[in-house]
């Protein structure tokens, strides 16, 4: 099995958005973190400014089964197995049943599909 990634984004700031979309899939390896998407960010500490990257996205497998896998965020996300932003962020993915994961945003967001693939 591998993980298939889908990656998108959606904006309410214009009505013709095209929001770029990307594939990915990676191998399933235990306890390893991946890391799908990370930005720079600047901001000013004493009087300087420093940068530093921000990770968007990542998350580690904490199980493999033979059909599913279990998957940690390290980020808080909206998704179709969880409408809330408490508890842990643990998602089960399933063979033919996919998950998404949108950024808990009002204006800009971005858009995680994560299917099994056999």
């Not at 530093?52 to 279990?70: A, L, T, V, Y």
């Amino acid at each position: 099995m591998k993980l298939r990634i889908n990656s998108s984004s959606w904006s309410g700031w214009t009505r013709d958005y095209k929001p770029e979309e990307t594939v990915n899939e990676y191998e399933l390896k235990l306890n390893e973190k991946y890391i799908i998407k990370k930005i720079k960010t600047s901001h000013i500490e004493n009087g300087e400014m420093v940068e530093e990257e921000r990770e968007i996205f990542s998350f580690e497998i904490i199980e493999i089964n033979e059909s599913s896998i279990k998957i940690h965020t390290f980020q808080k996300f909206y998704s179709t197995q969880h409408d809330y932003l408490d508890g842990p962020q643990i998602y089960d993915i399933e063979i033919n049943n996919p998950v998404r994961l949108d950024t808990p945003t009002k204006d800009y967001g971005e858009i995680y599909t994560l299917s099994l693939i056999e």
